[in-house]
């Protein structure tokens, strides 16, 4: 059985991957950079064994999760934890933006993790028993200026993960989602984000939201929020309007 990880090339999805690894399980490895995931696969191999295995994969492309879903089951690797973790954001407002950019993004944040979801999950479900998890961001509690499409599609990762995870519950399949705050990681350089004032303060590292995630994931957790300030600033997002919501998000993260 194997632990499916997207996004294992850096940041989240890697130090994910470690957890993995180190908890001596066999796992698929999938991201566009194969040089990367095969250092990781050589890291990891080195130090935990276990079997690991690459796919070179781009969950922007339409059909991709398809192709990735057949790659894993012609080599015969049966899925019993699926991490949906690819995914990017892109700063700036939404009249300057590159619409192909933000339709890479919604391919990609909910398109292909929607994709992933079912393939894998209709076969967890015939097997009586599986676990997804997958990743959205405190930005899906609020409507986000400067970001307007990062935010709806983590917006719609998470609705979509609390919805299965009621349908499939008793079917065997837990379904979690993860809504990390701002983390040290690559996304910060692929969103374009150098302007803006939301990567300024002390954040969490990868590693911090992986141990935090994969506790509360094999905890059965359905919601994961990790660190108490992230906590604090969903609550407090549902507390006022959402006028009033979006008018802060923008303060927190437009141009210093
Ligand atoms: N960092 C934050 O502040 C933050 C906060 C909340 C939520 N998140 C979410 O956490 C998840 C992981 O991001 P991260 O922070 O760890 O950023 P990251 O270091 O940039 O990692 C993103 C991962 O997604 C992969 N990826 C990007 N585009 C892809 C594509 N088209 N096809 C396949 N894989 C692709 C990247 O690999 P390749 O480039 O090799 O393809 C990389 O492995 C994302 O869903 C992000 O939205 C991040």
Same mark, same amino acid.
């Given at each position: ?16 991957? @470690? ?104 076969? @967890? ?21 400067? @970001? ?66 994969? /506790? ?6 359905? /919601?994961?929020?990790?660190?108490? @300030? ?27």
């Amino acid at each position: 059985m194997t632990v499916l990880i997207t996004g294992a090339s850096s940041g989240i999805g890697k130090s994910l991957a @470690m957890k993995y690894a180190e908890a001596g399980e066999n796992i698929a490895l999938a991201a566009r950079n194969v040089e990367r995931l095969n250092q990781l696969k050589d890291e990891l191999s080195q130090k935990y064994g276990g079997e690991i295995t690459v796919f070179e994969s781009d969950l922007s492309q339409e059909g991709a999760a398809q192709k990735l879903y057949q790659q894993l089951t012609e080599k015969g690797l049966k899925v019993h934890t699926l991490i949906n973790n690819a995914g990017v954001g892109l700063f700036g407002e939404f009249h300057k933006t590159e619409l192909v950019k933000e339709e890479a993004m919604i391919q990609l944040n909910i398109t292909s993790l929607t994709a992933l979801t079912k393939l894998f999950g209709k076969d @967890m479900i015939q097997r009586g028993e599986g676990r997804i998890l997958n990743v959205a961001s405190i930005a899906a509690y609020f409507p986000g200026p400067l @970001m307007a499409v990062y935010y709806a599609s983590k917006a719609y990762v998470k609705s979509f993960s609390l919805a299965l995870s009621n349908e499939w519950r008793d079917l065997g399949v837990q379904v979690s989602v993860l809504c990390p705050g701002p983390t040290s990681t690559g996304f910060k350089d692929a969103a374009e984000l150098d302007e803006s004032k939301l990567f300024k303060n002390k954040i969490m590292s990868a590693e911090e939201v992986a141990n935090e995630a994969f /506790e509360q994931f094999h905890k059965g957790k359905e /919601e994961i929020i990790p660190g108490a @300030m992230n906590r604090i600033q969903t609550r407090f997002g549902s507390l006022v309007s959402s006028k009033t919501a979006a008018s802060i998000v923008r303060k927190t993260q437009e141009r210093v």
